[in-house]
């Protein structure tokens, strides 16, 4: 499992803030902080409402990161002009988050991914939304594939995502995702790697940490590789070692006991 810490997230009110004083110390604090809870890669977000300024901003937060860590990065915006910006400065392996489904993204985003020999992100909406059951996430999933073979961008650079939504506004679409996981896994062979953001889950709810983790340890049971989370939120982080011993993904050892 591939833990990709969500915290290096403009949404955060002291990120934000680092971010518009370019205070290189707090972000290079947080982001070591993230790789000693045991991220294994960064997503990295300059968060909303930056217009003009957020090519140079996205510049400046994946410099001051890559400066303290050589795990992937994991570039998370809307803006091509920003995600390009991203892509040029990034040193580590990069991942693009994301994609859509509409064309005029894919036209975009598959060329920087092949330029920059990238991961990319694909999430399973268009531009008339997400879709509400799993056989078109899974029908939009196949096209971003096929899409970005055209593209020279392979399958094993792909990640899809068939985006999590709150429990308290979507309660049926919980266990939808966990059926698009499962078909998206047999859209290829060998299987395509899947993400979610997991934090999405318990967006305007208390108890987030136990609904977070949960559902993870749902998701991982049903083949999950990757997740965007809270490292240092600990209950999550023990489920995620104790799921990969349940699912054999990693010996049952020291490492665990100790967790
Ligand atoms: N898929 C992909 N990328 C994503 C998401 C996804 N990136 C963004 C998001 N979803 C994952 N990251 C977060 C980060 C923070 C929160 C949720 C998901 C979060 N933040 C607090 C909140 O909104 O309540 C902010 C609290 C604060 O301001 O301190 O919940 O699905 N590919």
Redesign the pocket.
Known sequence: MMVIS??I?G????VGKAIDEKDEAHIQELTVRQVDAGATAL?I?IGPGRGSEGPGDMRWLVGTVQEVTDLPL?I?TTGIKTMAAGLEVCDNPAII??TTADMAKMEALFPLAKEHDADI?C?TMDDRGIPNDAESRAEMAMLMMTTAMDYEVMPDRI?L?P??LPVVAAQDQGAKVIEALRMFQMLNDPAPRT??????V???CRE?SLLNRTYLAMLMGAGLSAA???PEDKPTMDAVKTAQVLLDQKLYCEDYLRA
């Open positions: 969500e915290r997230n949404l955060f009110r002291s997503d977000n994991c998370d988050n994301s992100i999430l990640l995502d985006l999590v993400v979610v953001g997991l934090s999405n318990s967006n305007g987030r965007i989370l809270d």
